[in-house]
């Protein structure tokens, strides 16, 4: 229900021939029928809503893997910002930053902030002593646009 002038009305309930056609027409009421393409939905989106993925993990050392995050758009395009991420690990490993990228907080632990550069590359250097699957995870924080996270990465130590 919508409050106009103190009074509860409902949607629909004022016939649309005493409306002022620029309420039906994109001035905050409806939208003509087919005008909102998958494509321009997308498009709008763009710059709110990035997708992770993750690259492949590569042996630096017995204890130590390297794998870089790509934040891409709705399209599947790279993007062009920085953003911070949470990224979270096996507590019996740790994480650092490489080359891409920049550690806000928790730089060599299992729970850590960071940023991306300004292409959305993140590189993480991932160390463990031990022979096991390390999964990790990204997540939103209070500075991320809205994130796609679904998918992790899992790094395995022989």
């Known amino acids: 229900m919508t409050r106009l002038d103190g009074k509860f009305i409902k949607p629909g309930s004022i016939p649309e021939d005493r409306l002022d056609p620029a309420i039906l027409l994109g001035g905050g009421g409806g939208v003509p029928d087919g005008t ?13 809503f990035v997708i992770v993925a993750w690259g492949d993990p ?11 995050l790509q934040l891409k758009n709705l399209l599947g395009n790279d993007i062009s910002a920085a953003h911070v991420l949470r990224v979270t690990c096996d507590e019996r490993a740790s994480m650092s930053i490489g080359d891409q990228g920049e550690a806000l907080s928790g730089d060599g632990s299992s729970d ?5 550069n300004a292409s959305g590359l993140l590189d993480l250097i991932v160390t463990c002593n031990q022979a096991l699957t390390v999964s990790l995870a990204v997540g939103p924080t209070q500075s991320s646009p ?3 996270c679904q998918t992790g990465a899992n790094v ?3």
Do not use: G, N, Y
């Open 36 to 48: 909102i393409t998958a494509q321009k939905l997308a498009t709008a989106l763009l710059a709110k």
């Open 146 to 148: 809205m994130l796609d």
């Open 58 to 68: 590569v042996e630096v050392d017995p204890a130590t893997r390297s794998l870089t």
């Open 112 to 116: 850590l902030i960071a940023r991306t």
């Open 156 to 158: 395995v130590f022989t």
